[in-house]
């Protein structure tokens, strides 16, 4: 069976054909460097920028893949959270493919796929901790199955990628931020001890993050001018991984959990990576570096799953939407099969 998957939630656009006896075909991302000088995404340029690329990124996943529209099997695509002008060019393009080649269409989880990138390389078992770290999420959510997810706690304030990104910006690194402080931060020394928020928090909230008051921390320091850009580096990085991993953990011990995976664009980071290798009886999971930001693989996997679970596509009328948590998405699709 060949699925497309389209991802337009964010700034990235890309298109990727995934076939379910050969794997992923081709997997075309097109990022879109025009927000460099804003030091952000900013919403109205990425959607005209969407509109402009879908189609040259169509046809180079059609072309990289060996094969015409006419043999798509299923099509896929983001549907939910992301910026709502970029998630409807996506899948404004899905349901016109679908309806025009007669092929059903399967709406996908942003997030849920994130996670399911890691099914690529090889199935992991369940149940396992998934640690969603991206530009706009920071999750910790126990998957029992697939579409069977209970949300275990997030971030209530910056998401752990968009803290990388605005320290970055302070220390005029350009954006996106976290690969240059990764780089940075391997040359330099965790000196400065940045406050590890609700680390040890109890109650209702020991699951969930703070991210705000450390950014702003690690924005003073940067002010002051004592310390290398390395070392502030490597402290707010340092401070990051350790609140990350301890409440990770704690996740697994609480739901006697013995894996976890990482997913999302932090995912990339060498430290977190590092860091993860040295912990004993928890298997770690992350995807290879090309999947863990936005791709259009893990989507058109990840709708792959769902086709097969469901056997059959879903109805037109299905929005985009800005909001969505990963839990409540399986009772949204349940009105739309
Ligand atoms: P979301 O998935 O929450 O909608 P998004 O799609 O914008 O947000 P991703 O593409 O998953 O986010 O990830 C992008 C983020 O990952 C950026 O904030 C970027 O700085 C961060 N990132 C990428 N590589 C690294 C790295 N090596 N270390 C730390 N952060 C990184
Ligand atoms: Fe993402």
């Given amino acids: 069976m060949i699925v497309l998957g389209i991802e337009s939630s ?11 006896e050969r794997g992923i075909l081709s997997n075309v991302v097109s990022s879109q ?18 509109t402009k690329n879908f189609l040259p990124v169509l046809d180079k996943a059609l072309k990289d893949a060996k094969i015409s529209l006419n043999d798509v099997d299923v099509v896929t695509a983001t549907f939910m959270p992301g910026l709502i002008i970029s998630l409807v060019v996506g899948v404004s393009a899905a349901k016109s493919l679908s309806f025009s080649i007669n092929k059903p269409i399967v709406p996908v989880h942003h997030i849920e796929a994130h996670i399911f990138a890691n099914f690529l390389v090889k199935e992991i078992e369940y149940p396992f901790i998934a640690l969603v770290v991206s530009g706009g999420h920071t999750e910790l959510i126990l998957v029992k199955d697939f579409e069977d997810y209970l949300y275990i706690g997030g971030t209530l304030d910056d998401a752990v990628g968009e803290v990388f990104d605005k320290v970055a910006r302070a220390m005029d690194l350009g954006f996106p931020g976290g690969p240059v402080i990764d780089r940075l931060a391997q040359n330099g020394k965790e000196v400065i001890k940045f406050p590890r928020p609700m680390i040890n928090e109890k109650g209702e909230n020991r699951f969930n993050f703070s991210f ?9 320091e940067i002010r002051k001018g004592i310390h290398t850009k390395e070392d502030i580096a490597a402290s707010f990085q340092g401070a990051i991984i350790e609140t990350l991993l301890k409440k990770t953990l ?5 739901f006697n959990v013995k894996r976890v995976v990482i997913a999302g664009g932090v995912s990339a980071n060498s430290k977190l990576r590092e860091e993860v290798s040295k912990i004993k009886g928890i298997e770690f999971y992350y995807p290879p570096l090309n999947l863990c930001t936005d791709n259009g693989a893990m989507v058109a996997f990840t709708g792959f799953k769902r086709f097969s679970k469901y056997k059959k596509g879903f109805k037109l009328d299905f929005e985009a939407k800005a909001k969505c948590r990963i839990d409540r998405f399986p009772q949204l699709l349940r009105d739309f099969h």
């Fill in 250 to 254: 704690d996740a697994c011990n609480e």
């Fill in 33 to 50: 460097f025009i927000h460099l000088e804003f030091g952000g995404v900013y919403p109205e340029l990425a959607a005209r920028e969407h």
């Fill in 212 to 220: 705000s008051g450390l950014k702003t921390a690690v924005i003073k």
């Fill in 10 to 20: 964010c700034d990235d656009t890309s298109v990727a054909v995934y076939d379910s």
